[in-house]
């Protein structure tokens, strides 16, 4: 197969997509009575779903038809006219913003539809196929999605995310024509390691936070540098084994990928969201606690799936590893539920884990 570069548009489009995710990891940080309410966390769900599908669907079109030609670009600067719209209808005050919010989203996906079946004419045998197929099928979701305008209060959401539910299946539903014609493993791999960037530059803008709040106390930069080693080793264990214990040759219809990344983008906008939670100390400590251990906890089992099938299998954790590491995990949590401790020693010992998890799997230890 042919190496395939990303390029500078791509890289642009997803800078547009910076404000996005901010937006939605700001949701997480609406504090009421020491927790955060559910309806807060739903909003975070209902809005991040949407920003990570529509980044997906335009990355996977480019991995698979994508050329740098005119035409291409024109349909990814209208897209980025799009995504603009998107992001500035993002607001904790949802109903608000309905209009302009579906109008973006939906730009966003009707142009990735016409663009899978203006490729179609121009490919061959399995590759039309797919083409066509995704051209198809996917205005089945945008159509349901559509009918949302219609119609007031939950009902516009449950219409909505019905017709993005029904989106998200397609590339299941149509597994087996997409396996006859696989990723770009190598380029794959690479956009979405470029988005999870975006997701630790979160933690980073966390940890600014931490340090403005304060005014340069001893507290907040200690508090800010375990944070750092914390995002650091993140960083390390990540991008370690993206680049060298990944197998990038290997053909695959690159669902795992996909999908695998849309929790560990969940987890990591929670983990930043965490460090601002704990620092600030507005939130119960249970629910601070659990909230902040959920989300290395969901990192840890997405990362863990998602490098599985593409690592190369001599590299791959042991089952003990990986138990291990879930122990060390759980043992940390009930500690903590026991006796209070105070949020520094919390985004240590998130921090000892993850340089664990780093050394376990970045140097190969089997166990």
């Known amino acids: 197969m042919l190496i395939k570069k990303v390029t500078w548009l791509e890289l642009f489009y997803d800078l547009l997509f910076v404000a996005a995710v901010s937006k939605a990891t700001h949701v997480l940080l609406h504090v009421e009575h020491n927790s955060i309410y559910w309806e807060h966390l739903e909003k975070f769900i209902l809005i991040f779903v949407p920003i990570w599908w529509?980044?997906?669907?335009?990355?996977v079109y480019n991995n698979r038809f994508g050329?740098?030609?005119?035409?291409?670009?024109?349909?990814?600067?209208?897209?980025?006219?799009?995504?603009?719209?998107?992001?500035?209808?993002?607001?904790?005050?949802?109903?608000?913003?309905?209009?302009?919010?579906?109008?973006?989203?939906?730009?966003?996906?009707?142009?990735?539809?016409?663009q899978y079946l203006l490729s179609a004419p121009k490919e061959k045998a399995h590759k039309q196929e797919t083409a066509r197929f995704f051209g198809t099928y996917f205005w089945i979701g945008i159509i349901?999605?559509?009918?949302?305008?219609?119609?007031?209060?939950?009902?516009?959401?449950?219409?909505?995310?019905?017709?993005?539910?029904?989106?998200?299946?397609?590339?299941?539903?149509?597994?087996?024509?997409?396996?006859?014609?696989?990723?770009?493993?190598?380029?794959?791999?690479?956009?979405?390691?470029?988005?999870?960037?975006?997701?630790?530059?979160?933690?980073?803008?966390?940890?600014?936070s931490v340090l403005q709040s304060d005014h340069f106390t001893v507290s907040s930069v200690v508090f800010a540098a375990l944070?750092?080693?914390?995002?650091?080793?993140?960083?390390?264990?990540?991008?370690?084994?993206?680049?060298?214990?990944?197998?990038?040759?290997?053909?695959?219809?690159?669902?795992?990928?996909?999908?695998?990344h849309l929790f560990i983008y969940f987890s990591l906008?929670?983990?930043?969201?965490?460090?601002?939670?704990?620092?600030?100390?507005q939130v119960a400590y249970i629910f601070v606690l659990c909230f902040t251990f959920a989300s290395v906890l969901i990192y840890f089992l997405s990362v863990l799936l998602v490098f599985h099938q593409y690592r190369l299998s001599h590299l791959k954790p042991s089952l003990r590893v990986i138990l291990f590491l879930t122990g060390v995990l759980c043992v940390l949590f009930i500690f903590n539920v026991f006796i209070v401790v105070p949020s520094h020693l919390i985004v240590g010992e998130i921090m000892l884990f993850f340089i664990l998890f780093a050394k376990m799997t970045v140097h190969d230890i089997k166990g």
């Open 54 to 59: 529509a980044w997906v669907g335009q990355t």
């Open 67 to 114: 050329k740098d030609s005119i035409t291409h670009r024109i349909f990814m600067i209208l897209q980025l006219f799009f995504v603009l719209i998107m992001t500035a209808s993002l607001n904790i005050d949802f109903d608000a913003y309905y209009v302009s919010f579906f109008v973006g989203y939906i730009g966003l996906r009707g142009l990735t539809a016409v």
């Open 144 to 208: 349901i999605s559509s009918f949302s305008l219609f119609f007031d209060s939950w009902v516009r959401y449950l219409i909505l995310y019905a017709g993005i539910a029904v989106d998200i299946l397609v590339p299941l539903i149509g597994r087996k024509k997409l396996v006859i014609t696989p990723i770009h493993t190598e380029h794959l791999l690479e956009r979405f390691a470029q988005f999870t960037l975006i997701l630790l530059g979160e933690s980073v803008i966390s940890m600014l």
């Open 227 to 260: 944070a750092f080693v914390l995002v650091i080793a993140i960083w390390w264990q990540y991008f370690e084994n993206m680049e060298k214990h990944v197998d990038k040759s290997k053909q695959t219809a690159g669902q795992t990928i996909m999908y695998g």
């Open 269 to 281: 906008s929670m983990l930043a969201a965490s460090i601002q939670l704990l620092f600030l100390g």
